[in-house]
């Protein structure tokens, strides 16, 4: 298995992680845009489903770090979300940016790849799942969404609605990762997503072996890109895609 296409022939792909948020406000269209204009293919967003079901394109159960409103998401209608101002945080160039929802993005950015990270807070929400899949499927944007979670139950939940669309695994070096990697298993994933941390060559050439596309988070330092593009890794999710994608033409070219 692989990755969505579009594929990138002879090196990895590169996904802005939040989009190109070193430099622009997370998660948000400004934020995308750049990513694209810096040689992204695309790029990797969280949602969570805000109170009047839409899911919505934000990290943090809150809104407080990035808009300064201690604003709980899933318990706020998409109306009130969008009145905040999630851009000021980066400066005042970005002052007015809003929290975007999931359709807005996917109908924007129609050619992105773009990796959907389903957002959960103690037991996850499979309606979330449910209206992940219910958009993907009406924007016909399978072909190049890939989603992914922690929360391996949303993962299975999306998985019996949208089974053309793939799913990715994430896991991280503080978490018994060996034991979720094997139990996530059982989805029939086409992707795992490790820390960096977590992506030697030798654990990369055993996914591999598996099947498994290996998208690596969060890769900023060029070297650490370009041993990833030879160990095999399909794609390096990066805070400066611009940065990834010269370090993968120098590695590559």
Not at 42 to 59: A, M, N, T
Not at 74 to 90: N, S
Not at 212 to 233: F, H, I, K, M, N
Not at 245 to 252: D, F, K, N, S, V
Request: charged share 25%; with cysteine; net charge positive.
């Amino acid at each position: 298995m692989s990755l969505p296409p579009p594929r990138a022939p002879g090196r990895p792909l590169v996904l802005g992680h939040r989009g190109a948020s070193r430099d622009a406000p997370e998660n948000t269209l400004a934020a995308f845009h750049l990513a694209l204009a810096q040689g992204a293919d695309g790029f990797e967003l969280d949602v969570w489903r805000c109170q009047s079901g839409e899911p919505v394109v934000i990290h943090d159960a809150t809104a407080a770090r990035t808009a300064g409103v201690p604003l709980r998401v899933t318990d706020e209608p998409l109306a009130r979300l969008r009145q905040l101002d999630a851009g000021a945080w980066k400066g005042a160039a970005h002052r007015g940016a809003r929290i975007p929802a999931l359709g807005e993005v996917l109908e924007a950015f129609p050619h992105a790849v773009v990796n959907i990270e389903l957002k959960a807070a103690g037991l996850g929400d499979p309606r979330l799942a449910a209206a992940v899949a219910r958009l993907v499927t009406a924007l016909r944007a399978e072909e190049r969404v890939l989603v992914s979670s922690f929360d391996y139950s949303l993962l299975a939940a999306f998985r019996l609605l949208a089974p053309r669309v793939p799913v990715g695994l994430l896991f991280a070096r503080d978490q018994r990762w060996a034991l979720r990697d094997r139990l996530g298993a059982l989805l029939l994933p086409a992707a795992v997503h490790p820390d960096r941390a977590l992506a030697s060559d030798e654990r990369i050439a055993a996914w591999r072996r598996r099947g498994l596309a290996v998208a690596v988070w969060t890769v900023d330092e060029p070297g650490e890109v370009a041993r990833l593009a030879r160990a095999g890794a399909a794609a390096v999710i990066s805070n400066v895609p611009g940065v990834a994608r010269r370090a993968l033409e120098q590695a590559t070219g």
